[in-house]
């Protein structure tokens, strides 16, 4: 069974940078497509980006284009979310998460196994 971990959140300022990371166990994640949500408070989970299995196709929501760029090091068995010039409205609950698909998936429902979460908040 995998199994998911993040971490790297924390609070942070506008404008500031943070990279979360997302290490697996369990079994090798170079078999997954890897997605990243998030979860502001009271709202939904909403789609960041996700990564092929591969590392050669990305596919990122709107409001994360130009700012954070997802990466994998499969011998680490680690995906990463680069996250730059950070917004109070990037504030939320980051997850990751693994589907069993050959492209990007973006629909949360694709996601088969969720890490627990890691904190990101923005403030001034």
């Known amino acids: 069974q995998l199994h998911l971990v993040e971490s790297g959140g924390g609070m942070v300022h506008p404008g500031a940078s943070l990279k979360l990371s997302c290490t697996a166990s369990g079994r090798t994640i170079s078999t997954y497509a890897v997605g990243w949500f998030r979860q502001p408070p009271g709202q939904a989970r909403d789609f960041v980006g996700t990564?092929?299995?591969?590392?050669?196709?990305?596919s990122y929501a709107r409001s994360a284009q130009g700012r954070f760029t997802i990466s994998r090091h499969n011998a680490e068995n680690t995906v990463y979310l680069q996250m730059n010039n950070l917004k109070p409205e990037d504030t939320g609950v980051y997850y990751c998460?693994?589907?069993?698909?050959?492209?990007?998936?973006?629909?949360?429902?694709?996601?088969?196994?969720w890490g627990q979460g890691t904190q990101v908040t923005v403030s001034s």
């Open positions: 990564i092929s299995r591969s590392g050669l196709t990305t």
């Open positions: 998460a693994a589907a069993d698909s050959t492209g990007t998936p973006l629909d949360v429902d694709e996601f088969t196994s």
